[in-house]
């Protein structure tokens, strides 16, 4: 992954020539990529092989019915893909916002993507069917790297979830973000308003119940009943999962904070287990 300043300033010059460039600014690197602001309003992001092509015809695709803002490509190359700015900030860094109102405009936003005819999308994204007891699995993986940081009123009932048997796997999947949680939800710092959903590079056909499990995970319970409220409810299996999923989740976020001294992260996992193991 290339994902130097001196690259951003290249591909700005051949893609739009009229561009001016005067600052660019590392915003910071996810699982996945590294992105970098130009002028505080193009966005530069840099992934992996052809990730980037699909993903900008994802982006088209999916700002034709999504009732929240997403980016809209202006060019990829490579690997790179640029977009305009979306307003905002993330969600993970915006302190006081009312997390019940982004939890309602995102399960109406869940609503629409889940919609989308799976035919078509499959097109454009792969299956991200994982069985639940696989996911069991790796989340006893992931568990086992960060339990020394898990407060130990947790880890009793974390293990014993651990060695509970997971929901059924979903009859029926769903095109969807696959990847929903709060560092990939901007918002109006002053209003809470939600102004976007950014980083679409694992978007799937995924258990609908996934994206909602991020959202308890990283909003709490009544987060999920006003997500499922707005989506137009949800059934007992679904929920369910959304559950199980967080759980298993909330310990991938864990380590990433650890492992990138990413203090955010660490602290947003370790609130979590109040409501997720309580």
Do not use: Q
Not at 86 to 95: E, F, M, N, T, Y
Not at 169 to 193: Q, Y
């Amino acid at each position: 992954m290339v994902d130097s300043e001196e690259r951003v300033r290249a591909l700005v010059a051949a893609h739009l020539p009229e561009y001016r460039v005067e600052s660019v600014t590392r915003l910071g690197a996810g699982l996945d990529n590294v992105a970098y602001e130009v002028n505080g309003d193009l966005i530069v992001r840099f992934g992996s092989g052809a990730g980037a092509d699909r993903e900008a015809r994802l982006l088209t695709a999916v700002g034709n019915f999504s009732p929240l803002p997403v980016p809209v490509p202006c060019f990829t190359d490579s690997g790179c893909l640029a977009y305009p700015k979306l307003r905002g900030v993330p969600l993970l860094d915006a302190a006081g916002v009312d997390g019940l109102a982004v939890a309602a405009a995102l399960g109406g936003f869940l609503a629409a993507l889940h919609a989308a005819p799976v035919e078509r999308m499959g097109k454009l994204v792969a299956t991200d069917d994982l069985p639940m007891d696989e996911w069991r699995r790796e989340a006893r993986e992931t568990y086992a790297s960060v339990s020394a940081n898990v407060p130990s009123a947790y880890r009793r009932r974390v293990e014993t979830f651990l060695e509970t048997s997971p929901p059924e796997d979903p009859e029926t999947l769903a095109f969807s973000h696959n990847d929903l949680g709060i560092e990939h939800v901007l918002v109006d710092p002053l209003t809470g308003a939600v102004t976007g959903v950014i980083d679409w590079s694992d978007a799937a056909i995924v258990d609908p119940a996934f994206d909602f499990g991020l959202v308890y995970r990283d909003l709490g319970p009544a987060a999920l009943d006003a997500a499922l409220a707005a989506y137009g409810g949800g059934s007992e299996a679904l929920r369910a999962r959304a559950v199980f999923y967080a759980r298993c989740n909330v310990f991938e976020d864990l380590a990433y904070g650890l492992e990138t001294s990413r203090e955010r992260y660490v602290a947003k996992s370790l609130v979590a287990l109040e409501w997720l193991f309580a």
